[in-house]
């Protein structure tokens, strides 16, 4: 049996209202707590997300509690994980490679070249390119996210090859 609309959170403007009067509140007492080093925005957009996610298990009247309680411990995560960061941070990495020095200004002056050509690219050529090539789309998954057809896609991100081949004489 569902709560009476007036005491649920799920309902968009009880929980507009809460979010209305809590978020500065909640921002602060994590900032003071906490610092800005942590971004303490984001924990409270966090724990905004966890309190709409289980509305219906909430009482309005608890949800004070439970978002400063859920922030909190976010913060604490977060913090937590920095100390992990800093621990393997600290260990002496290995340092030595079998690249010469000259190799390694090489590498550097070729990403520099690589991401002015890349800049080069017209838009839709270049969103297609890096859709395909850094995060890994296939051609049908890029066509039905930019709502055109798997031949648009093929054209935009060969054409952008053959761009790239011509900025950059080592491709």
Not at 67 to 75: I, K
Request: aromatic share 10%; proline share 3%.
């Amino acid at each position: 049996m569902s709560k009476p609309l007036r005491n649920n959170i799920c309902e968009s403007q009880l929980f507009e209202s809460i979010y209305k009067k809590h978020a500065k509140n909640l921002h602060d007492f994590l900032y003071y707590k906490f610092g800005e080093h942590l971004n303490p925005q984001d924990q409270v957009q966090e724990a905004f997300i966890k309190l709409w996610n289980n509305c219906s298990k909430i009482e309005p009247n608890k949800a004070k509690s439970y978002l400063f309680t859920t922030a909190n411990n976010l913060m604490l995560n977060a913090f937590a994980h920095q100390k992990v960061v800093l621990k393997y941070s600290k260990q002496p990495q290995k340092h030595s490679t079998n690249e010469t020095p000259e190799f390694v200004l090489q590498e550097k002056e070729y990403h520099q070249k690589l991401q002015k050509a890349i800049c080069n690219l017209t838009e839709a050529q270049r969103v297609a390119f890096l859709m395909n090539r850094v995060e890994g789309k296939r051609f049908k998954e890029i066509a039905e996210l930019l709502d055109i057809s798997v031949k648009g896609v093929e054209k935009r991100i060969y054409g952008a090859l053959k761009k790239l081949r011509e900025d950059i004489d080592e491709l």
